[in-house]
């Protein structure tokens, strides 16, 4: 079987002077989350749907059982298992543009047919709901989000949620939320997820509270598709890994702190944000992100946004995503969630060179 390249994960290995390419917040260092880290520590397997601990803390933070959870190897390998677990060749996948294109390729390497659906930019990134409900039939199989979403930083509401998951229980859809950002939300409300649909899976991580090294997601999800993606878990990972697994626990058990951490890193670095859009709002138009540490601008030229980009790390050394990495042109996602100062820095040299190829 053949694959397309990851295009976003093989730019952002890019080397820069300044690194906004990203999509989270300031790493946290072992010692904030494990001050002492035993040495007697066995390097061996755990149970490989996760420790009753880590699943007890997940279960909680979305109010389910324990087992409705399985442990996987980060956000990616809780969508790859979903993926492969879900879908049959020919089914119907649908999934909102602009997205973390991680999940596409993979649908199309399965034989499954992508659908993409526009979340409407002039209304805050917001999800159509009518379009979906004219274009979802009982062949689709899969609606795929993310909430909230990655790169806008839009949020959908309970209702809107609540209506998703009752168009797809009519077609006998599953909804499958990409949940990597809670915790990031500006208001401090979880996202809605659509756990409490028969046909409702959640994936997730510690990825984004500041710890992407562990390696360490879930999904959530009925029983029984828990107990599938177990199965297809042993021909994958088989087991995530086991000091991460330890670090995750300390972290969930202890999550409050560091989401308020991060919360102040992202408030900050919003108003030093805010601040250069004004300044700027004739080179660049954004809906304010309610959650994550991205914006998503449109800048105003012609030049498409993978040659923006590579030009901006040419003759700048600031390190952006492209906006056509994620299905929309001339549009760049810049982390937020970086230090204070890398952050200002950045967006100083954004502007100058912006101001630069306008002239």
């Excluded at 990655?150 to 499958?176: F, I, K």
Aim: charge should be neutral; hydrophobic fraction near 40%; include cysteine.
């Amino acid at each position: 079987m053949k694959i397309d390249p990851f295009r976003l994960e093989r730019w952002l290995l890019e080397k820069a002077e300044i690194d906004l390419g990203g999509g989270g917040v300031a790493k946290l260092q072992l010692r904030e989350v494990v001050p002492q880290f035993s040495g007697e520590t066995q390097l061996r397997y755990g149970r490989t749907c996760g420790s009753d601990a880590l699943r007890g803390l997940v279960a909680e933070w979305y109010g389910v059982e324990a087992e409705n959870v399985l442990i996987t190897s980060g956000t990616s390998e809780a969508n790859l298992l979903v993926n492969l677990t879900l879908l049959e060749p020919g089914d119907e996948y649908f999934t909102e543009v602009p997205q973390y294109e991680q999940t596409t390729a993979f649908v199309r390497m399965l034989g499954a047919k992508v659908k993409p659906f526009h979340l409407v930019e002039e209304k805050g990134w917001a999800l159509d709901l009518e379009e979906l409900k004219l274009r979802m039939n009982r062949r689709t199989k899969l609606v795929f989000l993310d909430n909230p979403n990655n790169p806008t930083g839009a949020v959908m509401s309970q209702s809107e949620m609540q209506a998703l998951c009752e168009m797809a229980e009519r077609v006998g859809a599953y909804v499958h939320c990409d949940n990597a950002l809670r915790g990031s939300e500006a208001d401090g409300k979880p996202a809605a997820t659509p756990e409490f649909y028969e046909r409702g899976v959640v994936t997730g991580s510690i990825s984004k509270l500041g710890a992407t090294s562990p390696r360490i997601g879930w999904i959530v999800a009925d029983k029984e598709v828990i107990e599938r993606c177990w199965v297809m878990k042993d021909y994958t990972t088989l087991s995530h890994c086991g000091i991460g697994e330890g670090i995750a626990e300390r972290l969930m058990a202890n999550r409050a702190r560091y989401l308020k951490r991060n919360l102040t890193i992202r408030q900050a670095n919003a108003a030093t944000w805010g601040a250069w859009y004004k300044e700027n709002s004739d080179l660049v138009t954004c809906a304010e992100p309610a959650a994550g540490f991205t914006v998503f601008p449109k800048y105003r030229n012609r030049l498409g946004s993978t040659k923006f980009s590579e030009r901006l790390l040419k003759e700048e050394g600031v390190l952006v995503s492209p906006g056509d990495q994620f299905g929309v042109e001339r549009h760049l996602r810049i982390n937020i969630g970086a230090k204070g100062e890398t952050l200002g820095d950045g967006l100083e040299r954004i502007g100058r060179f912006m101001r630069r190829i306008l002239k």
